[in-house]
């Protein structure tokens, strides 16, 4: 299953770098993305799915993975408060099968 962590409260400005632990999954076979949803919206992929190791999305956001650590990584810097949102790891594998973490809150103050 999929356990996120790193979520929190951060002013506007700072940074935050939540991790998915992805316990017994191959990362090597999965393309990893971050999502996230905000009270009273629908939930949004930030960044969208990618196969890449590292990729920058926005010019704010990162996403990343450590296959040996079996852990995703999405890095923010320069957060707003419009960032605010409970934050879900989720992979998918060449079957389009996906699983989803459990959520992570990050709450930005202005």
């Known amino acids: 299953h999929l356990v996120e962590s790193g979520g929190g409260l951060v002013q506007t400005g700072g940074s935050l770098r939540l991790s998915c632990l992805a316990s017994?999954?191959?990362?090597?076979?999965?393309?990893i993305g971050w999502f996230r949803q905000a009270p009273g919206k629908e939930r949004e992929g930030v960044p969208c799915i990618s196969s890449s190791d590292a990729e920058s999305v926005k010019g704010r956001f990162t996403i990343s993975r450590d296959n040996a650590k079996t852990t995703v990584y999405l890095q923010m810097n320069s957060l707003k408060p419009e960032d605010a949102a409970v934050y879900y790891c989720?992979?998918?594998?060449?079957?389009?099968?996906?699983?989803w973490g459990q959520g992570t809150l990050v709450t930005v103050s202005s």
């Open positions: 989720y992979i998918r594998d060449r079957r389009n099968l996906g699983y």
């Open positions: 017994g999954f191959h990362l090597d076979y999965y393309a």
